[in-house]
């Protein structure tokens, strides 16, 4: 697909949005890939290119058992005839997974590891001793979320939609850096954030990649309003990311679905005002669909949703 025909912005129709006379715009980032789609090729793009001219021969990054990043690495790197390494929390997670399975087909080796030797990857001993076991290895953060990153997304354009300037930017907030992404780039536009993971530690996270000496637009970081716990959803979620199937818009409930619930309900109770122009961030994660299929927790996934 080239990426000139990739569908940039779409105006999603709803009747709360009428109702509050709110236009709601979902802003998709160009890709040829699903599995680097969303923010994912834009926190990747910078570390990629050091990683090309720096000559590494390969990625090492760092996920969970059902991580966007860790796939959308997989997929980057493979692109870019690097190699790659995904260090996986738990011992126990299933390689055949999709989610896993979906790194491994790209080439991706998988080092499965306990809890507790995750939990030390930002230890100076555990980066020597990857370094030493995988010299010549780029490291990236877990979520992809550096510096690097923050830059990337800083690219894309959220305020000027089809219809004129946004009111408002927002995003699905995990580990931070597209949020930071979004305020670089938001020049005056306000920017809000919806937090999926409870991590209070989570607004220092953003702050360090907004410097003081700069005067930053007014941004905002709320917990999603339902479910509120990383990975939990119920069905009331799952079907209000399924009601938007009749407009081609895929959204799974952990990052997108969740956010854009929580959207809706700000929208509902006159905190997001009528008249607003709203452009949010859709930055992908489709590929998690598989997973909770996989794990029976939505129904099976057909080719033609992918
Ligand atoms: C689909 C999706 N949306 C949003 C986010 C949140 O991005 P960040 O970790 O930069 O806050 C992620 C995590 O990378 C994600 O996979």
Known sequence: MKLTSYLQWQKLQHPVLTDHQTELWLRYAPSDNPDISGNKLLKLKYQLELALQQKYQGLLTFGGAFSNHLVATAAAAAKN????????????ADLNNPTLAICQSYG??????????????????????????????????????????????????MR???????????????????????????????????????????????????????????????????????????????????????????????YTGKALYSVFELIKSGVILKGSRLSFFHTGGLQALKGLAYRGLINPITDSEQ
């Not at 005839?81 to 126990?92: A, H, P, T």
């Not at 979320?145 to 800083?154: K, L, P, Q, Y």
């Not at 927002?170 to 992404?181: D, E, L, Q, R, Y």
Request: aromatic letters at 8%; one cysteine or more; glycine letters at 8%.
């Open 81 to 92: 005839n690097l190699k790659s390494i995904g260090i996986v929390r738990g011992e126990d």
């Open 108 to 157: 991706m080796q998988l080092i499965l590891v306990s809890r507790a030797y995750y939990q030390s990857r930002h230890l100076s001993e555990t980066i020597q001793q990857l370094n030493n076991q995988f010299p010549g290895y780029l490291h990236i953060p877990e979520g992809g979320t550096c510096e690097a990153a923050v830059r990337g997304v800083s690219e894309l354009d």
């Open 160 to 254: 000027n939609t089809p219809n004129g300037p946004a009111s408002l930017l927002i995003c699905a907030v995990g580990s931070g850096g597209t949020i930071a992404g979004l305020i670089h780039g938001a020049e005056s536009t306000a920017v809000l954030g919806i937090a999926v993971v409870k991590d209070l530690s989570l607004p220092e996270k953003i702050k360090q990649f907004l410097p003081t000496s700069r005067l930053w637009p007014e941004w905002q970081l709320i917990q999603a309003v339902h479910q509120p716990r990383y990975g939990r959803f119920d069905q009331e979620l799952w079907q209000f990311c399924q009601s938007f199937a009749d407009q081609k818009v895929q959204l799974e409930p952990i």
